[in-house]
């Protein structure tokens, strides 16, 4: 059984560029989160989406934003980039949305210079 | 503020000795509670899932208590190996879904 897939794996941008990553969930999956990893803050809730609707929201700005295909897989964007957007952004998905598993992709490390 | 807070912050222990990482959480309304192993460069992976009914579950040489009435949960590593050394999250999922409080995690390093 595959696991969850993001693509690609290191991304080097630009201040003020866009950047739009993707997430292949565990085929069956219908929930898929993402979340932000620093040295400095930690792992960071991102968004959550299920059957193609966000459900759950973190605290960051709305240059942060996603969508979720109809076969689940989901792409998050970040627009005008900044320097503190360097990051491992990881993905997870899960089964349903309450109380199960959540499975984490590899990650893209995110740099912005 | 949902919060949640880990000691130690690093650790360093001999191979084949046990060792127990604290998690306290201020978050509400609580779903449940996981343990994450995550090894450098890589995503985390799952160690045990508790809502709030379960006291404890062990995966292997990995046990995790919960105390849901003071907040507190526990990872106790049995026999360790080498291959234990990693960073060691608690995570709260608060009220339903993924939306998930990460606590800062436990740097552990395992020597022989």
């Known amino acids: 059984k595959a696991g969850v897939t993001q693509t690609p794996r290191y991304l080097i941008k630009t201040r003020g560029q866009q950047v739009t990553l993707s997430c292949s969930p565990i085929?069956?999956?219908?929930?898929v989160s993402w979340y932000q990893q620093t040295p400095g803050q930690g792992l960071q809730f991102l968004f959550e989406?299920?059957?193609?609707?966000?459900?759950n929201k973190g605290n960051f700005p709305g240059r942060f934003s996603g969508r979720q295909f109809s076969n689940s897989r989901s792409e998050m964007n970040v627009s005008t980039l900044e320097l503190g957007d360097s990051a491992l952004y990881l993905c997870?998905?899960?089964?349903?949305?309450?109380?199960?598993?959540?499975?984490f992709g590899q990650g893209t490390r995110l740099t912005v210079v | 503020k949902n919060q949640v807070e880990q000691s130690p912050q690093s650790l360093i222990i001999l191979e084949g000795k046990n060792c127990t990482l604290q998690c306290n959480y201020t978050v509400s309304p609580f779903s449940n509670l996981r343990w994450y192993k995550q090894d450098t460069g890589r995503g985390p992976v799952s160690l045990t899932i508790?809502?709030?009914?379960?006291n404890t579950k062990s995966n292997g040489r990995y046990t995790a208590t919960l105390d849901a009435d003071t907040k507190q949960s526990s990872l106790h590593i049995t026999a360790s190996q080498l291959s234990d050394s990693a960073s060691y999250i608690c995570v709260v999922s608060t009220g339903g879904g993924n939306k998930l409080t990460f606590g800062t995690g436990t740097q552990l390093k395992v020597e022989l």
């Open positions: 085929s069956g999956h219908r929930s």
């Open positions: 508790m809502t709030f009914s379960e």
């Open positions: 989406y299920f059957s193609e609707t966000q459900r």
């Open positions: 997870a998905s899960s089964l349903q949305i309450m109380n199960t598993e959540a499975f």
